[in-house]
């Protein structure tokens, strides 16, 4: 079975692009370029798993090293685990900058620091090429159906040039400023999740304390001011106790460990979000490492 859907999208001309690292968002959003036409080779750590995309999406091909991937490529989009992982797909002999043809745009979806972004940036400027952060909000169901919300930082001309292609699995690809500035938007979108959680989290909880039939309430305040995508698509969930899903809590603890190290350097206050980070910690510590967010209301029940 395959793990895109389909949707509604024009097609831009087809472009040759490289796509690493096939993770639970990485491998479909690289399946939308192919489904959309452009011409796809892909690398993954584990090759296994490039293998099993080659086959799954013909006719992409795939490299044994970032170098190799990339070499054909005006596009070369990238989504790892952290900033470790993203020097080590594009730095070294074989990576992805020792094979990137000259103008060729690097867009990295990695949530990383953005302290990298700019890094990367300054040394693909140095050697003739282009560097856009890009971390993506919609998880691995907008991976899925090809509608993530993509929050860029780097030169505009870069972002123009990366931005059809993409497209195949987003649905906003918005520039934010310079290099940096799309992980410092994907930081405040984390901000928001986790407060947002955490208050529906005590709001389920405080409602089956008091005796209210919960989704019938959820049905009721999700019409009115209370209603968020954390409600209309987690509220529910929460209340059944199902969590083996979604976004994973080892993944939101790596992001608001970048939000607080942010934090410290310009300066923000962000008591809620040290206090619920703490509180994703207690998770972990109840075996949630791979739970989605939303089990935050596991410390609660």
């Known amino acids: 079975m395959s793990s895109i859907n389909t949707k509604t999208y024009e097609p831009t001309a087809s472009q040759k692009v490289a796509f690493l690292g096939l993770g639970v968002m990485g ?13 796809v080779t892909v690398y993954n750590r584990n090759a296994t798993k490039s293998e099993a995309f080659c086959a799954e999406f013909k006719p992409a091909k795939r490299g044994l090293t970032p170098k190799e991937a990339v070499a054909e490529a005006d596009i070369v989009y990238c989504c790892v685990g952290n900033d470790d992982d993203l020097r080590s797909v594009v730095l070294g002999d074989q990576g992805a900058l020792a094979g990137m043809k000259a103008g060729a745009v690097f867009v990295d979806h990695t949530t990383a620091s953005a302290n990298v972004a700019r890094e990367l940036f300054a040394v693909t400027k140095a050697k003739g090429l282009h560097f856009i952060d890009a971390p993506v909000s919609g998880g691995q169901a ?3 159906n090809g509608m993530l919300t993509v929050m860029c930082g780097g030169d505009q001309a ?3 040039a990366a931005k059809p292609a993409a497209m195949a699995f987003a649905k906003a690809f918005t520039r934010m400023g310079e290099a940096g500035a799309g992980q ?3 930081m405040v979108n984390q901000i928001a999740i986790a407060g947002l959680v955490q208050g529906l989290s005590e709001a389920i909880a405080f409602g089956s304390k008091a005796g209210l039939d919960v989704n019938l309430v959820l049905d009721v305040i999700g019409k009115g001011a209370a ?12 209340v059944a106790d199902k969590f ?3 976004f994973a ?3 939101m603890r790596k992001d608001l460990g970048l939000v607080l190290d942010e934090a410290k350097r310009n300066g923000a206050r962000l008591p809620v979000t040290a206090l619920v980070d703490q509180f994703y910690a ?4 109840l075996g949630g490492q791979r739970w989605d967010t939303s089990s935050l209301i596991k410390r609660l029940k």
């Not at 491998?27 to 939308?32: I, K, R, S």
């Not at 209603?227 to 929460?238: I, P, V, Y």
């Not at 207690?282 to 510590?285: A, I, K, L, P, R």
């Open 27 to 39: 491998y479909p959003m690289a399946g939308h370029l192919v489904s959309n036409g452009h011409q």
């Open 142 to 144: 907008g991976a899925q």
């Open 158 to 160: 870069a972002f123009d």
């Open 184 to 186: 410092l938007t994907k």
């Open 227 to 238: 209603q968020s995508w954390q409600m209309d698509n987690r509220g529910k969930t929460m």
């Open 244 to 246: 083996d899903f979604g």
């Open 249 to 251: 809590v080892d993944w």
């Open 282 to 285: 207690d998770v972990q510590q």
